[in-house]
T-cell receptor, first 114, second 114 residues
Framework: DGGITQSPKYLFRKEGQNVTLSCEQN?????MYWYRQDPGQGLRLIYY???????QKGDIAEGYSVSREKKESFPLTVTSAQKNPTAFYLC???FGIGTYNEQFFGPGTRLTVL | AQKITQTQPGMFVQEKEAVTLDCTYD???????LFWYKQPSSGEMIFLIY??????QNATEGRYSLNFQKARKSTNLVISASQLGDSAMYFC???????????FGQGTRLTINP
């Protein structure tokens, strides 16, 4: 079955620690995205990547970093510089660069800073 | 700048009734795509339906349909014969042509009562 997997589902972090959220897709999609969702809010774009070894900042990139070494993988690191990292993180992917292609989402990772 | 507005924070509907979820958008582009996603309590985002700005017909997908009024910049989601499983958050989103970013509204929480 093709799809997007995210791990872990729940993640707890102490203040000052960096953590990495995993996102893997086997849909052969070119573009991948990371979103952040706060309670009762919509999604905000953190980073996105259209091709391997290339990525662009979204609206709220500060305190986050990404890499795209493989087409299938787009891990997100939440660094200690992110002041309020507790949130729900969603990874998505999309086929091609067309405007009209929908994004497919993973199940999400819920990050809590203790 | 893109902007998506969903004015209904919450909606309560009796099972089997039809429901309309409102969405207005703001863009100066002529070419864009409009998307609706469902987010159950599990957190994953499920793609429901898409409308292109140049589509002359309102989009339909099973029990989902869009009331697309381009001049008013609105794309309301209509769910016919609502079911208990329709209870979820619903998000409207837009992507302008050539842009990779999908901009989301704040969402509407739909509750279907038995």
């Amino acid at each position: 079955d093709g799809g997007i997997t995210q791990s872990p589902k729940y993640l707890f972090r102490k203040e000052g620690q960096n953590v990495t959220l995993s996102c893997e897709q086997n849909l052969n999609h070119d573009a991948m995205y990371w979103y952040r969702q706060d309670p009762g809010q919509g999604l905000r774009l953190i980073y996105y990547s259209q091709i391997v070894n290339d990525f662009q900042k979204g609206d709220i990139a500060e305190g986050y970093s990404v890499s795209r070494e493989k087409k299938e993988s787009f891990p997100l690191t939440v660094t200690s510089a992110q002041k309020n990292p507790t949130a729900f993180y969603l990874c998505a992917s999309k086929f091609g660069i067309g405007t009209y292609n929908e994004q497919f989402f993973g199940p999400g990772t819920r990050l809590t800073v203790l | 700048a893109q902007k998506i507005t969903q004015t209904q924070p919450g909606m309560f509907v009796q099972e089997k009734e039809a429901v309309t979820l409102d969405c207005t958008y703001d863009t100066s582009d002529q070419s864009y795509g409009l998307f609706w996603y469902k987010q159950p309590s599990s957190g994953e985002m499920i793609f429901l339906i898409y409308q292109g700005s140049y589509d002359e017909q309102n989009a339909t997908e099973g029990r989902y349909s869009l009331n697309f009024q381009k001049a008013r910049k609105s794309t309301n989601l209509v769910i016919s014969a609502s079911q208990l499983g329709d209870s979820a958050m619903y998000f409207c989103a837009m992507r302008e042509e050539g842009a990779q970013k999908l901009v989301f509204g704040q969402g509407t929480r739909l509750t279907i009562n038995p």
